[in-house]
């Protein structure tokens, strides 16, 4: 009877394999085969072996956007991770007592409810060097002369990117730290409190190692998604990686190969090459986080080795 | 639960039988474009061929509209499977020649052949000979075909180009004569957009004359001018490999692009505001405003559709006192005639002819409804008595010549352009135009050569030599297929 209703479940699981070998697992092979072949999107691929890799790993461009995507990456997760740990400290500080966690947590988090295409598109607007809103206010302000090339100088429009990407995703961070500091006992840091412990060791010593896991967390998604940067850099200039390249993340690279130049393959080996940069980083990352359970881990599976090899000497 | 499975089979196999139905119940249209709905064609062919007691009664025609910028990531998945794809299909020529070369397209020629209604022969000699040749597939039969032109000039306001370069010889000194805008045009095409050079001085002596005024609004303006001949190199060769003539040609129109840039407005020989920003529809009234200064931009390269539709709805205006007036947003005819237009632009034809856009027709090869979709276009491209009353309502420049010379003749003039004759212009311009040079990657490689000018034009490659060397390396990696080695440099 149990066999019997054990293979209804499988019935009841199927809809969800169907549509994820379908949407998701169905592109990602195909995207395999792409790479390895010269398609303009439509009629048949031309089988081509290996060169479209060859020819991505030879492109100083493609080189240049992954290092144009990491530099931004970079900026917007440092200052999302400090900015959301300061606002964790001031909201977690018990002699503080701040009050509306709840409306400054939806505050927070509003940017991120606003799709990239309406936040590209304001600040498209307001960071234009000749007509831009920012300049006019800080040139009415009389804090500048001359205005500011946000979006026409490469790395002021890498770093306008970095801080529009933290802008959106501080709250979600700060939402995700406060939660586990929130899981820790509020006894704790009275203790510390009262054994006279400042706030940096608080910080240091209670704070940080609560947060640790989500900080790793925030992280990797992060640096998944991060590395995937698209939306923002697409449409805050041209969507080719003005100005002088600088906006060319790795994705706005493959997709201007698929979409605006019909090099499917070309762009389905990108594709493929920045899968195995995340997934090496992503590891990476794994392993430095979890470095003491690793480490752990290896010294218990030694010390079971040498109690086994005592085990037989005697 | 054999019930239930006996109910699914029986289910399965209704719709199976669903699916094999030969009798076409709905015409399925593809567009990037609203035009087919704004213009009343469905509803037209809907009168004509799917109303009662007509021949195809109570077939429902379904119109799917997928905006321009992801049309093709969007169509040719659907043409390539099949499944879900459309009868009739529009795309501009650059699409249509892609469809061609996948073999999506059905034959119209044939179609055109078999029906008693269409006389091939006929149509041929009315329709403009470029956009005939258009829709050609390699095997030189017709597949694809479009209700208009869409040749470019240059757009100016006449009074600007007055106060600049009135003193001049030769430039119309009266004001107001009938065809005073028309005499102005002229006299601009021939002495100041009649060459690439032509058009960089005229933008060194517009800043001259007043430093708050710009030719230009950017440097988009002069793409259209890359060859500055009409009769272009192709981008590839007789082999398929990219064409060293063509980077040749090229040359005079990268400096051009050079010469023109500077960061701020106020170095630069354009407002700097990009095609299609909020700066550069307002450029097209009376002024931009930036942070400290007012800018006055003269010209706009636009083609047919762009005066109507872009241009138009954003110049300056003027009650009976001559005074700026605004119309209100919606507005009635009687709005209209008491808020006008200035009348204070002008157009010449530039260094060479060119065309930009353009709706084109065409039916899938695979279409099981192939019949009824000729019949559309039938309703769409060979109805002139139609043709000729859609062109009167929208002002549009149409391709065939049935149409277009008796609109010509009665033509009034367009009031925003001080009663010039703008569709003999156009019509005129479209005759010019040879597309024998194009080819299947020419939108592709004016794109990528137009990153590296950028990256020359912002001082990221320090000579002309270095920009070409880094367009080489890019078509290498893009597209491998049309590169060879030993392309100029200089």
């Given amino acids: 009877m149990e066999k019997k209703y054990s293979k209804y479940g499988y019935g009841f699981i199927a809809p969800f394999f169907l549509v994820f070998a379908t949407f998701s697992l169905y592109p990602v092979f195909y995207t395999l085969y792409l790479s390895f072949t010269r398609y303009p999107g439509y009629g048949k691929p031309e089988f081509i072996g290996l060169k479209p890799y060859s020819l991505v790993l030879q492109d100083s461009m493609f080189w240049e956007s992954l290092s144009n995507t990491i530099r931004m990456w970079g900026v917007n997760i440092v200052l999302q991770i400090a900015l959301a740990v300061v606002l964790v400290m001031i909201f977690s500080d018990i002699k503080y007592k701040v009050k509306g966690l709840k409306f400054f947590r939806v505050v927070y988090y509003l940017p991120n409810l606003i799709s990239a295409a309406v936040v590209a598109m304001i600040f498209a607007k307001v960071l234009d060097s000749n007509y831009g809103i920012l300049n006019e206010i800080l040139g009415k302000m009389g804090f500048i002369t001359e205005p500011i090339k946000w979006l026409t100088k490469p790395f002021l429009a890498q770093m306008s990117v970095s801080g529009v990407q933290t802008w959106m995703w501080f709250g979600n961070s700060f939402i995700l730290f406060i939660a586990s500091v929130q899981a820790v006992s509020k006894d704790l840091f009275e203790a510390a409190r009262v054994d006279g412990a400042n706030r940096f060791q608080i910080l240091r010593n209670i704070t940080i190692p609560s947060i640790k ?14 590395l995937q940067l698209f939306d923002i850099p697409y449409l805050l200039t041209d969507g080719l990686g003005a100005p002088s390249g600088g906006l060319n993340t790795v994705v706005v690279y493959i997709y201007n190969k698929a979409f605006t130049y019909n090099a499917y393959g070309i762009a389905a080996a990108a594709s493929y090459i920045l899968f195995t940069i995340i997934t090496i980083v992503a590891i990476v990352f794994l392993i430095m986080g979890n470095r003491s359970s690793i480490k752990a881990h290896f010294a218990k599976r030694k010390e079971m080795r040498l109690s086994k090899e005592g085990g037989r000497n005697e | 639960m054999k019930k239930i499975l006996s109910f699914i089979l029986v289910l399965g196999f209704v719709f199976l039988l669903a699916g094999c139905n030969s ?25 004509q061929y799917t109303a009662e007691g007509k021949m195809y009664e109570g077939m429902e025609v379904e119109v799917i509209v997928v905006e321009t910028a992801t049309y093709m990531q969007t169509i040719l998945p659907v043409l390539e499977s099949g499944v879900g794809a459309p009868d009739v299909l529009t795309g501009e020529l650059d699409m249509i020649q892609q469809f061609n070369e996948a073999g999506y397209l059905a034959d119209l020629e044939a179609l055109m052949e078999a029906d008693v209604d269409v006389d091939v022969a006929i149509e041929k000699a009315d329709y403009q000979d470029y956009i005939w040749q258009s829709g050609e597939n390699a095997d030189g039969n017709l597949t694809a075909l479009s209700w208009q032109v869409t040749p470019g000039a240059i757009f100016f306001k006449v009074d600007l180009a007055e106060e600049v370069w009135g003193d001049q010889a030769g430039f119309p000194t009266d004001p107001t004569a009938t065809d005073y805008n028309a005499l102005v045009s002229t006299w601009v095409g021939n002495n100041k957009f009649d060459s690439l050079a032509s058009l960089l001085a005229a933008q060194i002596e517009v800043k001259a004359f007043d430093s708050s005024y710009r030719l230009f609004s950017d440097d988009q303006a002069v793409r259209h001018f890359a060859a500055g001949t009409d009769s272009p190199a192709k981008w590839l060769d007789s082999d398929g490999k990219i064409n060293p003539a063509k980077i040749t040609e090229q040359i005079p129109y990268i400096n051009l692009v050079k010469d023109m840039y500077g960061e701020t407005i106020e170095d630069s020989l354009t407002a700097n505001a990009g095609e299609w920003s909020g700066e550069w529809f307002a450029g097209m009234g009376e002024k931009i405003t930036s942070l400290d200064d007012d800018w006055k931009v003269m010209a706009y390269s636009m083609p047919t559709w762009g005066i109507t539709y872009v241009i138009e709805p954003s110049m300056e205006r003027v009650d009976a006192d001559g005074d700026a007036c605004t119309l209100p947003e919606t507005a009635t ?5 008491a808020c006008t237009y200035k009348g204070n632009w002008g157009m010449a034809t530039g260094p060479n002819s060119y065309f930009w856009g353009g709706t084109y027709l065409a039916i899938r090869e695979d279409s099981k409804a192939q019949e009824v979709a000729f019949a559309f276009i039938k309703s769409m491209l060979f109805d002139k008595d139609r043709l000729a009353e859609r062109q009167a309502e929208d002002g549009d420049t149409y391709s065939m010549s049935s149409v277009m010379d008796p609109a010509i003749a009665s033509y009034e003039g367009r009031p925003s352009l001080g009663g010039m004759n703008h569709l003999e212009i156009f019509y005129a311009e479209a005759a010019k135009i040879d597309l024998s040079n194009v080819t299947l990657y020419d939108r592709r490689l004016s794109t990528l050569l137009g990153n590296h000018i950028n990256l020359y034009k912002t001082g990221d490659y320090d000579t002309l030599a270095a920009t070409l060397t880094g367009f080489y390396a890019d078509v290498e990696t893009t597209l491998n297929e049309i590169y060879q080695e030993g392309l100029p440099t200089s």
């Fill in chain 1, 213 to 226: 896991p989500i900080v790793i967390y925030v992280l990797i998604t992060g640096l998944i998604g991060g």
């Fill in chain 2, 333 to 337: 005819d009687a709005d209209k005639l």
């Fill in chain 2, 23 to 47: 009798t076409p119940d709905k015409l399925v249209i593809w567009t990037f474009t609203t035009d087919l709905e704004v213009a009343g064609d469905i509803t037209n062919f809907e009168d």
